[in-house]
């Protein structure tokens, strides 16, 4: 896999698959271009796709603070930097939801169609102090140490009960992230407020509310597709990292919205 220099950062990537458009995949929090392995080979047949890992995170080069607008920049450098000039699809789920917001709200001509998966509004006051505190854990004693209370909320049992070799993959990889990055991503988005964000986008868009998800309820879901007027909203069976938890019905929503 290739590595480019964008935004003062080498962020590894993936440029597969062929169509008239390209599709950009955000990860989440934690997560890398691999999370979308399961849902990639269908995603292909139909477009052009782009997967990168987030300064922190993967391959990518490694950082001890990072800023929302900052990560964003990364984005709109790397699709610069490999002469994207057509407007994009995208699809993000979780924090990967909110990154992809940044950019439709910052760059609004570049997107022609956006899905997002359990996405953000308001403030994380409410969550920040735990975070907080939680990645502080992290930096004393190691990302292991906080994996079994992060995932009972972020992947319930009975998401796990569908596929347990893919949730002991998804537990390795992410038990791999450096504690320094983990703590940059945790202070980032503890003040971070996307609601002034949503009304700057013009992309034709699908909000997914994810029935399991204990973090982004379907409620905060519905909360952002009404501050997306003409936006589609649906609810799906699935939990807060979509992609990774039942790749196949991720493929199932977004490829008819994006083809529609």
């Not at 995949?25 to 269908?42: I, K, Q, R, T, Y």
């Not at 995170?57 to 920049?73: C, M, N, P, Q």
């Not at 407007?87 to 909110?98: F, I, L, N």
């Amino acid at each position: 896999m290739p590595w480019i220099e964008a935004n003062g950062a080498s962020l590894r990537y993936t440029l597969t698959g062929s169509g008239k458009h390209t599709l950009v995949l955000v990860h989440e929090a934690g997560g890398c271009l691999d999370s979308f392995d399961e849902a990639l080979p269908a995603l292909e047949k139909e477009f052009r796709v782009l997967r990168y890992d987030q300064r922190g995170f993967g391959f990518s080069e490694k950082a001890r603070e990072l800023t929302f607008d900052g990560v964003v920049a990364d984005l709109a450098a790397l699709i610069e930097v490999l002469n994207i000039s057509t407007p994009v699809y995208m699809a993000g789920c979780a924090m990967g939801a909110d990154f992809s917001v940044g950019y439709a709200s910052q760059h609004p001509a570049r997107v022609a169609k956006l899905a997002i998966a359990s996405p953000n509004i308001g403030h994380n006051g409410a969550r920040s102090a735990g975070s907080l505190e939680r990645a502080a854990v992290v930096e004393r004693e190691g990302v292991r140490v906080v994996m079994q209370a992060s995932h009972d909320r972020s992947y319930p049992e009975n998401m796990r009960a569908l596929d347990r070799e893919r949730f002991k993959r998804y537990q390795a990889r992410w038990v791999c992230n450096t504690p320094a990055s983990f703590k940059a991503q945790a202070i980032m988005m503890s003040t971070n407020d996307l609601t002034s964000d949503y009304p700057k986008i013009t992309a034709k868009t699908l909000v997914i509310g994810c029935k399991y998800d204990g973090l982004r309820t379907p409620e905060k879901a519905q909360s952002v597709a009404k501050a997306l007027p003409g936006s589609q909203y649906l609810e799906a069976e699935t939990g807060h990292f979509m992609h990774l938890e039942t790749p196949q019905l991720f493929v199932d929503t977004v490829v008819p919205f994006f083809k529609g």
